[in-house]
């Protein structure tokens, strides 16, 4: 694994988007909803550097199953979201990959009444997009890679590490191959 972020550039990346969201804001109520389950880690480390009024909520969105390193399917759950009407809204994600997640998002807190709705996410990975719209805050662009660590998983696996790291073809076969040979050793006896 190649680390591309350490934890302390996250930390500096987090502060400064944190100061950009409150400039933007300034002391109005927000309501943060962050996209599981990736930005769970964003999401905890930015509402403690937010000052003033702010909610926070969670919705689901996936469009990656299992090892899948490429998009399939965007299927989204909103049933965990507040009623949005007229709320300065903050939608959280961990990375812009193709951007569908973030436009179908959007145009749903929209539908749904918020009076205004920004969009942030850690990560933005260049020349993936394919839709016109681009987030409003953004950490840190990164090359095409697949991520993970601080939140981004593979498989569900290394979302706890501090740092943000890219696999490469080998560590991404090693991965798939580790959990093949889990998933065939036979149960022990009871």
């Known amino acids: ?3 591309l972020l350490t ?22 109520p927000l309501t943060v909803v962050g ?4 930005s ?19 919705v689901w969105a996936s469009s990656y199953r299992g090892t899948a390193t490429s998009p399939g399917t965007l299927e989204l759950r909103l049933d965990l979201l507040p009623d949005l009407t007229g709320q300065e809204v903050l939608l959280v994600d961990d990375i812009f990959d193709t951007g569908r997640t973030l436009a179908a998002l959007l145009a749903e807190f929209r539908r ?7 969009s942030l996410v850690l990560l933005r990975k260049t020349g993936r997009a394919e839709v016109e719209i681009q987030p ?5 662009d990164i090359p095409d890679k697949f991520v993970v660590g601080y939140g981004l998983d593979f498989d569900g696996g290394l979302r706890h590490l501090p740092h943000l790291a890219a696999l490469d073809d080998e560590d ?8 093949k040979r889990c998933s065939e050793q036979p149960a022990s006896p009871s």
């Open 1 to 3: 694994m190649e680390v």
């Open 7 to 28: 934890s302390d550039e996250l930390a500096a990346g987090i502060g400064r988007l944190s100061d950009q969201v409150r400039r933007e804001v300034g002391g109005r």
């Open 35 to 38: 996209v599981l389950t990736g």
């Open 40 to 58: 769970i880690v964003l999401v905890a480390d930015l509402i403690r550097r937010l000052e003033g009024p702010v909610t926070v909520s969670m």
């Open 112 to 118: 749904r009444g918020a009076s205004n709705v920004r």
């Open 136 to 140: 409003d805050f953004v950490g840190f």
């Open 172 to 179: 991404i076969a090693a991965a798939r191959a580790g959990q």
